[in-house]
């Protein structure tokens, strides 16, 4: 199982991966899709199949925009502790919805709550998909100010990082905020954002 549970890229190269989850979710998927496209960025976009079903205009522009797609299970339920047949139609389910919106394959997958098991890593090796987690998670649901996210995420960057940030669930503009600043910082230290097939790569 050596390579496929990813928490970061090639340490030597100055690159990192934007990552967003639990949408897409309007306004703030749409807001983050403006930001990216003023500065010229690619991000990762890990969804969930119910959302992308609700709202498959803006996974669509979100593809159509070149950025990358991700399954993040059909209804961001915990994965652990339950049987085999569930977990794969929760994955099944999601990729479904994924590329009726367009999406290609390989799609990788990103547990809900970042949480995994024995059993869905061996599931996930037979279906031959990658498990994307994280080395930078700054919590973004919980703060009220772009700079706590900021400041967390400007003191543990590196080469190959991979940031998580939140586009569904709840209120999201202060991270529509956060990733205003945060991508210039990022570029000014002289970092690259590639999506996470090319990070992997
Ligand atoms: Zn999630």
Redesign the pocket.
């Known amino acids: 199982m050596k390579g496929m549970i990813i928490r970061h890229g090639n340490r030597k190269k100055w690159v990192i991966a934007l990552t967003f ?2 949408g897409p979710q309007e306004p703030y998927t749409g807001q983050i899709l403006d930001l990216l496209a003023k500065y010229s960025i690619k991000a990762t976009f890990f969804l969930t199949g119910e959302k992308v079903e609700q709202n498959p205009d803006i996974v669509r522009r979100i593809i159509s925009d070149g950025h990358e797609v991700g399954n ?1 299970s059909y209804s ?1 339920k915990t994965m652990r502790c339950r049987p085999l047949k569930w977990l794969r139609t929760e994955i099944e389910k999601a990729d479904e919805q994924l590329l009726q919106a367009g999406a290609c394959q390989p799609i990788s997958f990103r547990p ?2 970042g949480r995994t098991s024995f059993l869905l890593i061996s599931l996930l090796k037979k279906m031959k998909k990658k498990m994307i987690l994280w080395d930078i998670g700054p919590k973004d649901y919980k703060y009220a100010h772009p700079y706590e996210i900021v400041g967390k995420v400007l003191k543990k960057i590196k080469p190959g990082s991979i940031i998580v940030l939140h586009d569904g669930g709840g209120d999201r503009s202060v991270t529509v905020e956060t990733v205003n600043i945060l991508v210039k910082d990022i570029r000014e230290m002289g970092y690259k954002f590639v999506t996470i097939s090319e990070l992997i790569d």
């Open positions: 989850d639990d993040h961001h809900p709550f």
